[in-house]
């Protein structure tokens, strides 16, 4: 008599549960994936802060200041409304570039007459985070129409953007000497988006809150996380980043910090305050 090998074989119920298991080993892996490539981009974004930063202190080197945090109308270099994002870029190996810009201000003092400044729909990269992907290319104001290219990084200008006590303040210019709250408790750089209809955040030039004005209210502002539909979130630092953003201090460090330091973080914007801030923040 021939023999008929029985095999065993899975049952409905052992069969909804493999899959179930499977399900739980996919999901896991696609949120483990998530997180390695959040914490990829948020590796990049903090390695170009620190290239900025860096890029900050030779620029000190060279002139014994920092550079101006914005230009007014009336500043006597005749390049309104532009600021430290425009002077450092001999220091990010951007002269080709730098040059051109010179040569279209020789043209029109005006930045925001394209042509002859058509650099500013130009990406630099060391300006972006490429957590936002707004940001990899040029935009198009929805406001003025004009097509920009922008920055994820501010310079701190204080508290709020009337008291001018940080070190990037409007038509002024700071030696890391003035930074008495010293330089590893006060803050140079931030992170935060380019507004959500793209009027605000651009690298070549802006007029800022205080010319433009805005529908959001006069706040204050907390350190708090935001959408990138949010136009009102352009008001405080924050980022796409899961729980916080990246800041470069005065001593050319970056640091990220969570939203619980929000309570500090007016403190860390000043750069001779006086306030007492706690070392583990």
Same mark, same amino acid.
């Given at each position: ?27 896991l892996?696609? /949120? ?9 981009a ?7 802060? %620190? ?8 620029y ?17 270099? %005749? ?19 730098s /040059?051109?810009? /010179? ?14 400044h ?6 630099? %990269? ?21 097509r920009?290219?922008?920055?994820s ?5 204080? %508290? ?86 990246n ?27 006086g ?7």
């Amino acid at each position: 008599m021939r023999r008929i090998d029985r095999r065993a074989a899975l049952t409905l119920i052992e069969l909804l549960v493999v899959i179930a298991i499977v399900g739980i080993l996919i999901g896991l892996l696609l /949120a483990a994936v998530q997180n390695v490539r959040a914490a990829a981009a948020r590796a990049d974004c903090q390695n170009r802060m %620190k290239q900025l930063a860096l890029g900050l202190h030779n620029y000190h080197d060279s002139y014994h200041t920092l550079p101006v945090g914005h230009r007014s109308f009336f500043n006597p270099d %005749k390049r309104p409304f532009t600021g430290w994002t425009l002077d450092l870029l001999p220091y990010l190996e951007q002269d080709n570039l730098s /040059a051109q810009i /010179a040569l279209a201000f020789r043209t029109s003092f005006m930045p925001f007459v394209n042509p002859p400044h058509v650099h500013i729909a130009t990406v630099v %990269k060391a300006y972006t985070c490429p957590t936002d992907p707004r940001v990899s290319t040029p935009q198009v104001s929805t406001v003025t129409q004009n097509r920009v290219a922008f920055t994820s990084y501010l310079g701190v200008s204080g %508290k709020d953007y009337q008291s001018k006590d940080g070190v990037f303040v409007q038509d002024q210019r700071f030696g890391l000497n003035a930074v008495n709250d010293g330089t590893s408790n006060s803050l140079m750089l931030g992170e935060r988006p380019p507004s959500a209809d793209f009027q605000f955040g651009w690298w070549y030039a802006g007029v800022g809150q205080q010319l433009s004005g805005s529908k959001c209210g006069p706040g204050a502002y907390p350190f708090r996380h935001s959408r990138l539909d949010d136009q009102c979130g352009m008001f405080h630092f924050w980022s796409p980043h899961p729980g916080g953003a990246n800041f470069a201090f005065c001593d050319g460090s970056v640091h990220f910090l969570r939203y619980s330091a929000n309570d500090i973080l007016p403190a860390l914007a000043t750069r001779a305050g006086g306030e007492v801030v706690p070392g583990d923040f």
